[in-house]
Structure formats: structure tokens, C-alpha cells
């Protein structure tokens, strides 16, 4: 909005000139989105603290999690107001992919919401059921790849190291869309299970795709990089920035002894999020890089599920990874940092093959 | 309280910075994510002087 409201002014004060520049939308909607989180956060404890919107806590969770039964949830309501109204506030709204970005987003955290809304009305840990959950979640995918298609959007699969090798998918790209997004964002899910692990690690994730938009979006750099130049997708970017903002400003109140959770509501749309800029930057493959962690993650909870009812035996003290480590002896905080940690160095990874090819 | 103990008081609970933020309300784990929360915005301002002048 303040595109379109202050840039065409530029010719008569030089300064709006500065809003033609990505970077510096994308750096006002990082700024933006925390200054909203953060401010709003307290507001936003106190209310749903008073809607008794609490946690139920899973009875074979480990016991030491028991004492944050009640503790708001549905804090992913926070992460969505402040990651969305930056967006359109300072992102070019004639950019299809803005929009797409933004519904998917939107739409996830819908079918979030609807969860944690059964869940804490019935006052158990029972919200949608899985089916009603994944027909949500791949209804709003599904919408995004037909949308891509019809916007005209290259349905290729690029692939890391390998600069050259493309694969048009043709009509597969929708359901290849829908297996990526359903995939990250109940890997986000899984994840969300220690104070600021998930935000943290997507906020991580958030940064690197602002980079790999913005650099699908530049035809110098991504010629100079042999990457796929997909035109207006740097725009994204702008978006990633206020993921990032969002992100930061909900770690505030997230941190181990959390004030807030964020609830399916958060967790949904933020992995929905990061699949759908994943796709918009050609970088699918690379998410599981990137996302390692919500790999392990989910892993861990296949693994566990598929050992014990082959052999009985259980692989893991208990699914999803954090858990195990935590019934090792690992304080919760010492997993969550750790785990952070390995997600940077991922990261790491994933940005070197910018390079490597 | 004489007017020398006065002079004496300690503007803060403890230093550094880290140990107040502890000492008041807020949990060590809390303290130290906040702090990195801070940093990454500075860092995050640092960079933007490259662009900005």
C-alpha cells in the first residue's frame, strides 16, 4: 500500500524513490512486523489469558510439560495479523505472487484454526481429525498450484548442484505442490512441541527464502548464479521479511518459560508459508535442506510409528525427536538451542549451493 | 537513610544488562533469546547502512 500511495510521488520528493528498492520494503515490513508483535504481544496474552484459550497438554507428553497446561494458545493469531499487515502494507499488491503467498497463508491458518478452536471448546487435545486436517490443508495447497498455473507460472522442478537439470512436471506440478505443502507444514507442526523451537527454526528458514526470492526475482544475479529467474517473485521477499519481523517479535514471548504458544493456528501457516515461498522460488528441493530440522522432525515420528508396529520395538524414547533428547536428560532449553543451531548450519548449506553446482 | 547511603543507591538491581533483566522478572532463558532478539535487529540496522546514505 505505501508502494503504490508514496513511490509515484517521487518525482516531486526524491526521498519515496527509496521505496522502488525491495530491499527496503522488505526491511520496513521486518521492522514493522516486530514492532506489531511486540506491542500487540502483551495485549494479546492478557485477552486470550481472559478467553481462557489454554493449552491442553498430551497425557503421554513427557510429565515435566505437564505444568504448562493452560498457558495461552493459538499465539500463531499474533504471527499471521503481524506477518499479513506488514505484507500488504508494504509489498506491491499488483504482484500476483504476493497474493498467492498471502492466501496460502491465510487459508492454512484457517484450517489451524479451526483445530485449535475444537480443541480448547471441548477442553481436550482433540481438535479437527486427521482426515478433516489434511482435506483442509490440501484444498489451500491444491489452490495454490492451480493458481501458479494459470498465472502462467513454469511448473519445473529445479534441482541444487544441478543447474542444468530441469523437470517440467506438466499437470503433476499441482499435486507436487500439494505434497510439498502438507508436507512442511505438519513438519512445522510436529516441531512445535518446545518454547521457541518452531518459531525459531521458521524464522530461520524465512531468511534464507528472503534471499533465494529475492535472488530468483534479480535476472543479473540469477543469471550470474545459473538459477531458475522466475520475473516478480523477488517481491516475495518482502513478505519473507515480515515472516522474519513476525517471527522475532513472537520469539519474545515464546522463549522458555513461554507466555504464549502458537497454537496449529501459527504452526499450519507458517509451515504453509515457507512450502508456498519454497515454490514460488524454485527452491523445493532445497526446503529439505533448509528445513532439516522439520525433516528430522517428522522422520522421527514415521520411524517411531513404522518400527513399533512392525517389530513392537520403539526406535526413539519418545517421537518427535525434541522429546527423545529431552527424556536423555537434555534440558528443554539446551534442545531448543541445539536444535537451533543445527538448523543455522543447514541453512548454511542450503545457501552454498547458491554457489556450488 | 542518610544523605550519603542516599548517593550509594544502585541504579540497578545487578549489571550487567543480562542480570537485571534476571534479577527482575524475567527467566535466564528469556533474558538471553531477548538479548539475541536485539542483536539480530542491530545487525539487522548495521546491514542497512550499506543501502541507506
Not at chain 1, 491458518?109 to 485449535?116: A, E, N, P, S
Not at chain 1, 482435506?135 to 542444468?164: E, M, N, W
Request: glycine letters at 10%.
Amino acid at each position: 500500500m505505501l508502494f503504490h500511495l508514496l513511490y509515484p510521488l517521487h518525482e516531486k520528493i526524491a526521498l519515496f524513490n527509496v521505496f522502488r528498492y525491495i530491499t527496503f520494503r522488505a526491511a520496513g515490513a521486518i521492522v514493522t512486523a516486530l514492532l506489531l508483535s511486540w506491542l500487540l504481544g502483551p495485549w494479546f496474552i492478557r485477552t486470550l489469558r481472559r478467553l481462557s484459550v489454554g493449552q491442553n497438554i498430551r497425557e503421554v507428553g513427557p510429565q515435566a510439560h505437564q505444568i504448562k497446561a493452560g498457558t495461552p494458545t493459538m499465539g500463531g493469531l499474533l504471527i499471521l495479523f503481524s506477518t499479513l499487515v506488514p505484507t500488504l502494507l508494504w509489498a506491491d499488491l499488483g504482484n500476483v505472487y504476493v497474493w498467492l503467498v498471502v492466501m496460502v497463508t491465510a487459508g492454512f491458518g484457517v484450517v489451524g484454526f479451526l483445530d485449535d478452536y475444537l480443541k480448547v471448546r471441548r477442553g481436550r487435545n482433540l481438535g479437527l481429525t486427521a482426515l478433516q486436517k489434511i482435506l483442509g490443508q490440501i484444498l489451500v495447497a491444491s489452490a495454490l498450484g492451480l493458481g501458479l498455473l494459470l498465472v502462467g507460472f513454469d511448473p519445473a522442478l529445479t534441482f541444487p548442484f544441478f543447474k542444468r537439470l530441469v523437470l517440467n512436471l506438466g499437470v503433476l506440478y499441482i499435486p507436487f505442490v500439494v505434497v510439498v505443502l502438507v508436507g512442511v507444514s505438519n513438519a512445522v507442526n510436529l516441531t512445535d512441541g518446545l518454547d521457541g523451537l518452531a518459531i525459531g527454526a521458521t524464522t530461520v528458514a524465512a531468511a534464507t527464502y528472503a534471499v533465494f526470492t529475492y535472488v530468483a526475482g534479480n535476472r543479473v544475479i540469477a543469471g550470474y548464479l545459473q538459477l531458475s529467474f522466475v520475473p516478480g517473485v523477488g517481491e516475495v521477499s518482502v513478505f519473507c521479511g515480515a515472516m522474519i519481523g513476525a517471527g522475532l517479535g513472537f520469539l519474545w514471548y515464546n522463549s522458555h518459560p513461554a507466555e504464549v504458544f502458537m497454537g496449529d493456528v501459527g504452526s499450519l501457516s507458517l509451515g504453509g508459508a515457507i512450502g508456498g515461498v519454497a515454490v514460488l522460488a524454485r527452491q523445493e528441493i532445497l526446503l529439505a535442506l533448509v528445513g532439516g530440522l522439520f525433516v528430522l522432525e517428522a522422520l522421527s515420528v514415521i520411524i517411531q510409528v513404522a518400527s513399533f508396529k512392525l517389530t513392537g520395538k520403539r526406535v526413539f524414547r519418545m517421537a518427535p525427536l525434541h522429546h527423545h533428547y529431552e527424556l536423555k536428560g537434555w534440558k528443554e532449553t539446551q534442545v531448543v538451542v541445539r536444535f537451533w543451531i543445527i538448523t543455522i548450519l543447514l541453512v548454511l548449506l542450503g545457501l552454498a549451493t547458491l554457489k556450488l553446482r | 537513610m542518610s544523605p550519603e547511603n542516599q548517593m550509594k543507591k544502585r541504579s540497578t538491581q545487578a549489571s550487567g544488562e543480562t542480570h537485571v533483566s534476571a534479577t527482575n522478572v524475567m527467566a535466564t532463558p528469556n533474558a538471553y533469546v531477548r538479548f539475541w532478539i536485539i542483536t539480530v535487529m542491530l545487525v539487522l540496522f548495521g546491514l542497512a547502512t550499506l543501502k541507506l546514505r
